[in-house]
């Protein structure tokens, strides 16, 4: 009769064995990352802390992770993320109903369909690609506004949130370029 072999297995082999659950659960939760970041921001934005500007940080916020993730990592913000974190921000936020849920899946859509050419660009070409992005969304919002009220209402809210979302997304985008080299990679599960 034949006896297998118990030797341990060469340390190069093509085979791997199979992950054991909880390395699979850890896999998951470094992929989902950045949206449990957006989705706990957006959650302790909404509280009443009273700080100017926290609405339009909640978009600034959700905006620069979409954006960041879908150009550089998109496993790790796939598109029904950003549509789930997008409804969880409309729960959160007073905007008009559907429009960051909007204005997050085009981001999405510009960000990972031009992932291979932001590559290819400097660091303040892709911002200002970015910076153009926020202003449109923010201005969107404000024209939905008006819409929605039949009057002509000031812009400042709509250039402070696009100010601000422009002015945070480098910070945020050194976060997570750590970020995407330790606590959110999925490889190192």
Not at 3 to 18: I, Q, Y
Not at 114 to 138: C, E, K, N
Not at 175 to 188: C, E, H, K, S, Y
Request: glycine share 6%; net charge positive.
């Amino acid at each position: 009769a034949m006896v297998a072999e118990k030797s341990t297995p060469h340390l190069h082999s093509a085979v791997e064995p199979n992950p054991t659950l909880k390395r699979r659960l850890d896999a998951f939760v470094r992929a989902a990352m950045p949206s449990l970041f957006i989705i706990i921001c957006t959650v302790l934005l909404s509280a009443p802390f009273g700080l100017p500007g926290q609405e339009e940080l909640q978009f600034g916020l959700a905006v620069s992770t979409v954006w960041f993730w879908a150009a550089n990592r998109p496993r790790s913000m796939p598109a029904i993320a950003v549509f789930f974190c997008g409804l969880v921000l409309e729960i959160f936020s007073s905007g008009p109903p559907g429009a960051v849920l909007f204005w997050l899946l085009v981001t999405y859509g510009v960000a990972s369909n031009w992932r291979y050419g932001l590559s290819q660009i400097g660091f303040v070409a892709g911002w200002l690609i970015f910076a153009a992005l926020a202003l449109t969304g923010s201005f969107f919002e404000w024209a939905l506004v008006c819409l929605h009220a039949f009057a002509l209402l000031s812009p400042v809210p709509s250039l402070f949130q696009a100010a601000l979302t422009v002015g945070i997304y480098p910070s945020l985008s050194a976060l997570f370029v750590w970020g995407r080299r330790t606590f959110a990679n999925p490889d190192q599960a």
